[in-house]
């Protein structure tokens, strides 16, 4: 089936320095990418919206200077946080859309943990 | 108001107990309905679509009421490793919208 690859998988940082996460698909074109947030004990939150090629769409509410979004290609799709701060700790995890691969269309990362210190 | 809003947690029942989760979606445009359920520090894995007509899976059974937007589902003969959250989920337009997720403890 589809497979979404992400890492890494935990990241601890000190507070003001950038973090990169990358998604990749591995036997599929993700030609739409979703990036969420989740705290503990809530639930996954939307942060936007990346097409290949295009700028990403940002829920409302997410700074886009401060999460990043690259979609270059049609199987890597990257979320940079930048100048990480404690309350940017969270469990943020990527989903592809999959025309074809899970029947559904929806394979998600297995997520990163990130952790700002 | 939530999109998506689903019954506070955590549900603990014992072995073999029926459990029952409610689900309710602000977004009459919705088209797609699912269950997920994630286990703790994990990603989200599909447990299954929800359909009009009701769809059974093996001990679970989830049901749609497009008119009242609710959407529920239902676990017979709860096993431990039914524990878990289970997170009621949207698709108003080509992407997922989750809710809060419901805490279900099955304890021996």
């Known amino acids: 089936g589809a497979v979404v690859s992400q890492h890494p998988s935990w990241v601890i940082c000190k507070s003001g320095t950038s973090v990169k996460i990358e998604c990749r698909s591995l036997?599929?074109?993700?030609?739409?990418m979703f990036w969420y947030r989740q705290f503990p004990k809530q639930s996954l939150m939307l942060m936007a919206t990346s097409n290949e090629g295009s700028k990403a769409t940002y829920e409302q509410g997410v700074e886009k200077d401060k999460f990043l979004i690259n979609h270059a290609s049609l199987t890597l799709s990257t979320l940079t946080v930048t100048s990480a701060h404690p309350e940017d700790s969270s469990f943020y995890i990527c989903s592809a859309r999959d025309y074809g691969g899970t029947g559904y269309g929806y394979t998600f990362g297995s997520g990163t943990r990130l952790t700002v210190v | 108001r939530k999109e998506v809003e689903q019954d506070p947690g955590p549900f603990n029942v014992p072995e073999g107990a029926t459990v029952a989760f409610n689900c309710t979606y602000s977004?009459?445009?919705?088209?797609?309905f699912f269950w997920y359920r994630q286990d703790c520090r994990k990603e989200p894995k599909l447990l299954m679509s929800v359909y009009s007509s009701g769809n059974e899976d093996g001990r679970f059974t989830a049901q749609l009421n497009r008119a009242s937007q609710y959407i529920s589902l239902l676990i017979r003969d709860s096993k431990l490793s039914d524990s878990a959250t289970y997170l009621c989920v949207v698709n108003p337009g080509g992407k997922l919208i989750f809710g809060q997720g419901t805490e279900l403890s099955v304890k021996p």
């Open positions: 036997d599929f074109q993700a030609t739409t």
């Open positions: 977004n009459s445009a919705s088209q797609s």
